[in-house]
């Protein structure tokens, strides 16, 4: 680093921030004792020694500008990225707050309080707030209700509202549906939205189809429910289960897997074979997986949201975490919604994943900094701001200037890791977003 870096993002500027704390972790880096990011506007302009840091944005700035130097106690770290929830559920809280004995027999508590009035739009900005106070600066939220919609933009928030279609047969898709769609995505105008395909079993084939190909023309990401019921498979490989009768008795028994007793394919190959996976495209859940689909998602470079928590809550099994990192899957974190999980601090999955990959038998001294990187850096990879002018979730020259800090003592960068990581929830002093410190303890 040296003062040039510095000097071509602060030209036109007359201020420098420079946040100082314990530990910086870059993700991409070594995290670094008594460490500084140098922030100006939006941007992060430098990153090092703190001394180092504070000479060169002196020098950059000259006699002209000025230095804002601030000191952080703890780990200061890129803002967490959480790669899959429903913000709106927020208001359904009590649902996440039961026990369940497997997908199917939570859907139906979720249905009942759903179906009641709600202020989607209230719900959502609730929500919003309780992420911001956990560190999070980054959300791919899936939305049900139009209502719910803008939330990250009017909450200065970055992420991808992802529009969430389930329920469409073809012919209903092909006479009002697409055109709906369509009018949605021009009427937001934003450069920040998705295209959620609930999941395999909630939507017609071809309608599955047809939104990638929208996607593709929209130039928008999509997002997608993946392997998360164990009745799934049945349902994809031969159109029965339990799964399947719940759709059929709701109504949907034209869908095409049903109509024709399933595609022979399990469901992550069947999300392949209609264009459903991809680099533009992430999954959630991944609990049902076997060797052969973790390599198609591999293949298919499509990144899997794991949400160990709200599986537990809803009475499913562990997703295959050891094996997701043995085998080098492109994974990221989520907490899913208040409606199946007890916090949105995503810190609180990061925690959990640590400790089924143990159980799991993966005993890799990477374990804590892959983790961590999946909860940051990971879940931008997978709405695609890892790249480009609003590239987040590493600490780098260029990248938006969102961070977290956590209370955290240690001692060694083995340390800051392990805390990251193992720490669990309620540990984020402040939250800085774009530059701006918008949730701090005690405030």
């Known amino acids: 680093m040296d003062a040039a870096t510095v000097d071509t993002v602060t030209r036109q500027h007359t201020t420098t921030q420079v946040i100082v704390a314990d530990w910086v972790v870059p993700v991409v880096g070594e995290p670094v004792r008594h460490g500084a990011v140098a922030v100006v506007g939006d941007r992060i302009v430098a990153i090092g020694d703190a001394a180092e840091v504070l000479h060169d944005a002196r020098e950059a700035q000259g006699a002209g500008g000025e230095v804002l130097e601030t000191e952080r106690q703890g780990i200061l770290t890129p803002g967490l ?3 899959h929830s429903h913000l709106q559920y927020t208001c359904m809280a009590e649902v996440g707050q039961g026990v369940y004995e497997g997908f199917e027999d939570w ?13 989607w739009a209230a719900s959502a900005a609730d929500g919003l707030r309780i992420a911001i106070s956990t560190g999070t600066t980054a959300i791919s939220d899936i939305v049900t209700d139009a209502e719910a919609l803008r939330v990250l933009e009017d909450g200065r928030v970055h992420g991808i509202a992802y529009w969430e279609l389930m329920s469409w047969l073809t012919d209903e898709w092909s006479a009002r549906g697409r055109s709906e769609t369509e009018a949605l995505l021009e009427q937001a105008q934003s450069r920040w939205l998705g295209l959620s395909p ?10 599955i189809r047809d939104l990638g190909k929208l996607a593709h023309e929209r130039g928008v990401r999509r997002h997608m429910h993946l392997a998360e019921s164990a009745w799934e498979a049945e349902y994809t490989q031969n159109g029965t289960g339990a799964l399947a009768d719940q759709w059929r008795d709701w109504g949907f028994a034209d869908f095409q897997l049903l109509r024709r007793g399933g595609s ?14 991809g680099p533009t495209s992430h999954v959630a859940h991944g609990i049902y997986t076997d060797a052969a689909d973790r390599e198609i998602l591999r293949r298919t470079g499509t990144v899997v949201a794991l949400c160990p928590r709200s599986n537990a809550v809803i009475g499913l099994d562990e997703a295959p975490v050891a094996d997701y990192l043995r085998e080098g899957n492109a994974i990221a974190v989520g907490t899913d919604s208040l409606s199946s999980t007890p916090s949105l601090d995503l810190s609180g999955d990061v925690a959990a994943l640590a400790a089924i990959a143990r159980r799991q038998g993966y005993n890799g001294d990477d374990l804590h900094r892959r983790l961590f990187a999946a909860a940051t850096l990971g879940g931008a990879v997978a709405m695609g701001l890892d790249t480009g002018s609003h590239r987040l979730g590493a600490l780098q020259p260029g990248a938006l200037a969102d961070f977290a800090v956590f209370d955290h003592e240690a001692t060694t960068a083995r340390d800051v890791l392990a805390s990251l990581v193992e720490g669990g929830d309620g540990h984020v002093t402040t939250t800085i977003i774009a530059g701006d410190v918008r949730w701090e303890a005690g405030r």
């Not at 859907?107 to 202020?119: G, I, K, M, T, V």
């Not at 022979?264 to 996976?277: D, F, M, N, T």
């Open 264 to 277: 022979k394919l399990r469901p992550v190959p069947y999300a392949e074979s209609i264009g459903a996976l």
């Open 81 to 83: 990225v959480n790669a």
């Open 198 to 207: 609930h999941a395999p079993y909630s939507l017609d084939t071809d309608v």
């Open 107 to 119: 859907s139906h508590a979720f249905q009942d309080l759903y179906e009641q009035p709600h202020d």
